[in-house]
């Protein structure tokens, strides 16, 4: 989708529903990942990679921001620290017709900091309101924001109280909060996801001292039934890897789960035949193969010929020539191990 295709009725904001979403993740949730994730959900709240608004200003702005209409809801994650550039920004992502725009304050990464964008922002709180202040006034849909409980020593939680109640003051209501403090400067980003202890009740402590917040959890969920279970009384959750290590596991059950859907949930047969003729028309536009199916290696993760299957593609997936075909191919292998084992 771009600008240009905006869906009937757009410029009228509706509320959207955050009780499930998935993270946004870098070189995880690109388009492709977002129109699989739809064949298993179609609820839950999507984002983007983060996209710099720096990269918006200078860069191929269809290639960063083009989607398919079926990947709503969803939402763009902007990062930056300019209030012009991040309001241009989140214009263009409203234009384009995404349903959120959420600013990251939580990427820890080396690279993300010498950007001046990301988790070191936690340490400028006025900064940070003046950008979310001109991102609220450039557009009519809902600006967030995704944090951490902290930054290096500032982890106590009347630092993290602080941090959002001043961002709330810009207008801003709504934050999906890891549960981590970031560590900058000493760990790195697969660490700081792992290492930094959570903390879910500041962000309880923080939904019954603010009552008018809406605050999404976010940190360490691997399943549903966890996930569930320490939702409490938070507007939703947020699951990152775990949507990405198992797709299928995590996400085909949601929208009874969340949403109380009583649509038949797909297997994972009838989502690869519903992924098909998406992977093929990829394909006949030029995209390459294996960026496409690379989100399918785990679909039939935990049954027999799960191995095969991901080793076919994997291994088959990059070379050149590759195509739909191969789908079906390792598709085979799988009915032929259950034949052999049943």
Request: with cysteine; charged share 20%; net charge negative.
């Amino acid at each position: 989708m771009n600008a240009t295709d905006r869906r009937p009725g757009s410029g009228v904001v509706a509320p959207l529903d955050r009780a499930f979403s998935v993270a946004p993740m870098m070189q995880y949730t690109d388009r492709h990942y977002r129109y699989f994730a739809r064949t298993l959900s179609r609820h839950a709240l999507l984002y983007t990679e983060m996209v710099t608004a720096a990269a918006l200003r200078h860069g191929d702005r269809a290639h960063l921001l083009d989607y398919s209409p079926q990947e709503h809801p969803l939402a763009l994650q902007l990062g930056g620290s300019d209030p012009a550039d991040l309001a241009a920004a989140a214009r263009l992502g409203e234009a384009w017709g995404y349903d959120e725009i959420n600013l990251n304050l939580g990427c820890p990464s080396d690279r993300v900091q010498s950007g001046q964008f990301g988790a070191c922002l936690m340490a400028e709180p006025v900064r940070v309101a003046n950008c979310l202040e001109a991102m609220i006034e450039a557009v009519q849909v809902p600006v967030t924001a995704k944090v951490r409980i902290g930054i290096n020593d500032r982890d106590d939680y009347g630092y993290f109280r602080d941090f959002v109640c001043r961002l709330a003051e810009s207008g801003c209501d709504t934050f999906i909060v890891h549960a981590r403090k970031a560590v900058l400067g000493g760990l790195s980003p697969k660490q700081n996801r792992e290492v930094p202890p959570l903390r879910y009740d500041y962000v309880h402590r923080l939904q019954r001292e603010c009552p008018d917040l809406t605050l999404v959890l976010n940190g360490g969920l691997r399943t549903p039934q966890q996930a569930s279970s320490e939702q409490g009384a938070l507007a939703g959750v947020m699951v990152g890897r775990a949507a990405c290590d198992d797709p299928y596991g995590t996400l085909s059950g949601v929208d009874a789960r969340w949403y109380g859907s009583e649509a038949p949930v797909l297997d994972q047969h009838e989502v690869l035949e519903r992924m098909l003729p998406y992977v093929e028309s990829c394909c006949v536009a030029g995209v390459s193969f294996y960026a496409v199916v690379r989100h399918l290696l785990p679909l039939f993760k935990g049954l027999p010929g799960a191995r095969s299957w991901r080793r076919c593609l994997s291994e088959n997936g990059p070379k050149p020539g590759a195509g739909p075909e191969l789908l079906q191919q390792a598709a085979e292998l799988i009915h032929d191990e259950v034949l052999a084992d049943p």
